[in-house]
């Protein structure tokens, strides 16, 4: 699995675990607004961006690889998810509290869609949609992906292979709060956008009641892209809890 790292090793590392259907470089414009000088791993999970080699099989099989990411750093890592990346830390801070000491999840399902089969086979039949560059541009602006962007996203959407796309939504149309959630002991803040659909914040009221010590907020004026759309807001938010 590629990562990219940044900062000196040695204070506590903040991972970020992108959405599916993108890759690392969607934290770009939210990194800019970080410490510069702060430990960032930033991995690209299977089948996306610099990892499209291998298949995303399902969120069990990629916990190993970052468990051992964030083992070889040495200290409990804040860990900020969006969307299908928000399930990874959920699941993290759930099976690995050792290891997570703070939780930033934005725009994670959790509440599972009842009709998951029909919906796969209607994605497998539309999946060579996704290299088309026309279609991924419409889908770069329902996550309001930024011009510089763009070209970033239409590579990575061409990259994703059926298998992955299939295994990836999958696992995110089926997701619930995992045993252990409830018992996390560090700090958990739940983000949604305001117009995202009424399903994402259900979720995130699932994931507040499933943990009733977390923080629950919902960003006026936000859709399904918050890490790109308030890139600065959502670093100050990240600095100000891990500092």
Known sequence: MHVNRFGAEGSRPLLLLHGGG???????????????????LVPDLPGHGRSAHQTYTSHDDVLPALEKLLEHEGRPATVVGFSLGAQLAVLLAARRPDLVADVIVVSAQA???RAVGPTLALLGATAGLARQKWFAKLQARELFVPPEHLHDYVR???????ETLLNAVGENLRFTPPDGWRDFPGSALILAGSKEKSLMKRSAAALQ??????????????GHGIPLQ???WLARRIESRTR
Do not use: K, N, Y
């Not at 009641?209 to 936000?222: F, K, N, T, Y």
């Open 22 to 40: 993108v890759a690392g470089w969607m934290w770009e414009p939210m990194r800019a607004h970080l410490d510069q000088e702060r430990r960032i």
């Open 111 to 113: 509440v599972p869609l």
């Open 156 to 162: 990575t959407s061409a990259g994703i292979s059926r």
């Open 209 to 222: 009641e499933a943990r009733p010590l977390s923080e629950r907020e919902i960003v006026d004026g936000c």
């Open 230 to 232: 308030r890139a600065s």
